[in-house]
């Protein structure tokens, strides 16, 4: 695959953020002063959409905002990055999506989601993209927007060969029909434990909760382990195991380090359908995030995340 020729589709939400830096994360009923606010384009989505854009790979993104005036920004946010949101579509009547993130100084952060269009994102909306879902290398999916939908456009890819990349957050139970279109899973530790019902505090735990959803379906599971690196479960008539080293740095906001991670291991399995190359740039891509403030602002480019590998391998 010529990487300049990588198509992916992201299907996914759209949110604006509404970023709180505070010295601690409040307990309930508790009050913390002293916060500084930023503003940003976000949403697992939107996000995922940007970082693969940002990793070189053609993308599309298929979403919903509303008619109000965030979604006027949010659109021209999405022209200024240059992202493709010919498949963004601007509902009546209804609000864009909303999130809430407090972030302490030690870069942890809670997150409180209002849908809005996010869950307007019907199954027959999705179906009007069925061209160009069909003709992608990749589609790349979340949980931010109706089960229903990721299921449509899950459907459509693996009918049309389109490899299908879920990333199951926030974590909720899932179809099991839908594991049969998903050519790639990538849970963190505790969606992993979800999804497969059983505990991964051990090694041994998390082993087997991986070969549990092998054992469904899923050919090749990717598992974030945050500070500990990755590991790549795949279904080669055994279950074989690769583990990734973490890259070290001082994280100062986490916010968008799952979706960079997605994002550019969308866009470089399209590019060279090479699993370790993968997973690899998504982890540098991922770490240099989370030494940036904010969501989309701290994604870096395809150049940058090549820089930092040089420097931290």
């Given at each position: 695959m010529n990487a300049s020729s990588a198509t992916v589709v992201v299907l996914g939400s759209t949110n604006w953020d509404i970023c709180m830096y505070?010295?601690?994360?409040?307990?309930?009923?508790?009050?913390?002063?002293?916060?500084?606010?930023?503003?940003?384009?976000?949403?697992?989505?939107?996000?995922?959409?940007?970082?693969?854009?940002?990793?070189?790979a053609n993308t599309t993104f298929i979403s919903c905002i509303g008619d109000d005036a965030t979604g006027t920004t949010v659109?021209?946010?999405?022209?200024?990055?240059?992202?493709?949101?010919?498949?963004?579509?601007?509902?009546?009547?209804?609000?864009?999506?909303?999130?809430?993130?407090f972030i302490d100084e030690?870069?942890?952060?809670?997150?409180?989601?209002?849908?809005?269009?996010?869950?307007?994102?019907?199954?027959?909306?999705?179906?009007?993209?069925?061209?160009?879902?069909?003709?992608?290398?990749?589609?790349?999916?979340?949980?931010?927007?109706?089960?229903?939908?990721?299921l449509a456009a899950a459907k459509i890819a693996?009918?049309?060969?389109?490899?299908?990349?879920?990333?199951p957050a926030p974590a909720r139970s899932l179809p099991d029909e839908l594991f049969q279109y998903v050519d790639v899973l990538t849970p963190n530790e505790g969606e992993l434990a979800q999804l497969s019902g059983m505990p991964t505090d051990t090694e041994d735990e998390l082993n087997a909760a991986a070969e549990a959803l092998i054992h469904?379906?899923?050919?090749?599971?990717?598992?974030?382990?945050?500070?500990?690196?990755?590991?790549?479960?795949?279904?080669?008539?055994?279950?074989?195991?690769?583990?990734?080293?973490?890259?070290?740095?001082?994280?100062?906001d986490t916010t968008a380090a799952g979706d960079t991670f997605s994002g550019n291991l969308a866009a470089v399995i399209a590019q060279t359908?090479?699993?370790?190359?993968?997973?690899?740039?998504?982890?540098?891509?991922?770490?240099?995030?989370?030494?940036?403030?904010?969501?989309i602002p701290s994604i870096p480019t395809r150049e940058e995340t090549t820089e930092f590998s040089k420097n931290h391998r």
């Open positions: 505070l010295p601690h994360l409040p307990t309930p009923g508790e009050t913390v002063g002293e916060g500084r606010l930023k503003t940003n384009l976000g949403g697992k989505g939107a996000n995922q959409a940007v970082a693969c854009h940002r990793a070189g659109r021209e946010e999405f022209e200024a990055i240059g992202l493709n949101t010919s498949a963004v579509a601007t509902l009546s009547n209804t609000t864009t999506g909303t999130a809430c993130i030690s870069a942890e952060n809670c997150i409180g989601l209002t849908a809005g269009a996010n869950g307007e994102l019907t199954p027959e909306l999705v179906n009007q993209h069925r061209d160009t879902i069909s003709a992608a290398d990749v589609l790349l999916v979340q949980l931010e927007t109706p089960i229903e939908s990721v693996h009918e049309a060969k389109t490899k299908v990349i879920l990333n469904k379906g899923v050919t090749n599971l990717i598992v974030t382990l945050g500070k500990n690196g990755a590991a790549l479960f795949q279904d080669q008539w055994a279950v074989l195991k690769q583990t990734f080293a973490p890259f070290v740095v001082d994280a100062k359908g090479d699993y370790t190359q993968a997973i690899e740039t998504a982890m540098a891509a991922a770490a240099l995030s989370v030494t940036r403030e904010g969501a």
